[in-house]
């Protein structure tokens, strides 16, 4: 069986329980270059009724990626999961119900691919700053980082006024 993948004609009623892993090369091959790995484990618990699918699923574990400060590899965890209810009808839609999205598949979609709700997920519950805690980052690229100060400076000296702002005196 495909990793993430639920095979809808294939389940009983009543509730089913897959458990996968996601590592780097998943996230490679989504075509995210930010994580450059991964240890994810993936418990999705399906639950059939009549003409409806209650999806709950849970993602932890822990990823890899890039400092933003000193581009050192950095470990984030990650502990976030989603609810779908999938339903059958016209189109793929899905929508927005309290606590869960609805997702409409295809009448006799004999599968649920959960590869993209997986991805999604992971990738935003993700922090927008990556950085290590303070004192943490590699020394020798925070040399090469300057100060508020000396960028002001900098930044004063390579302005084309520069040169004018002594011609008053």
């Known amino acids: 069986m495909q990793p993430f993948v639920i095979p809808l ?4 009623q009543g509730g089913t329980q897959f458990n ?10 989504c075509g995210n ?12 618990h399906v639950e059939k009724s009549l003409r409806f699918f209650g999806v709950d699923a ?15 590899e950095l470990e984030l965890g990650v502990d976030t999961g989603f609810k779908l209810s999938v339903k059958f009808g016209e189109g793929e839609e899905t929508a927005d119900a309290g606590d869960r999205e609805i997702v409409m598949i295809p009448d006799g979609s004999p599968e649920l691919d959960l590869t993209q ?22 020394p020798e690229a925070l040399k090469y980082l300057s100060t508020e100060e000396a960028s002001e400076e900098a930044a004063a000296s ?12």
Not at 20 to 29: L, V
Not at 58 to 72: A, F, M, P, W, Y
Not at 117 to 138: A, K, Q, W
């Open 117 to 138: 709700f997986v991805y999604d997920y992971t990738c935003i519950s993700l922090p927008m700053r990556r950085v290590h805690p303070e004192g943490e980052c590699n």
């Open 33 to 44: 270059s930010e994580i450059l790995d991964a240890d994810l484990v993936v418990d999705v």
């Open 9 to 12: 004609s294939g389940l009983t």
């Open 20 to 29: 996968w892993r996601a590592d780097g090369k998943f996230f490679g091959n």
């Open 158 to 169: 390579s302005s084309p006024f520069a040169a004018l702002k002594d011609i008053l005196k």
């Open 58 to 72: 849970s993602i932890c574990g822990k990823v890899t990626v890039l400092c933003d400060r000193c581009l050192e």
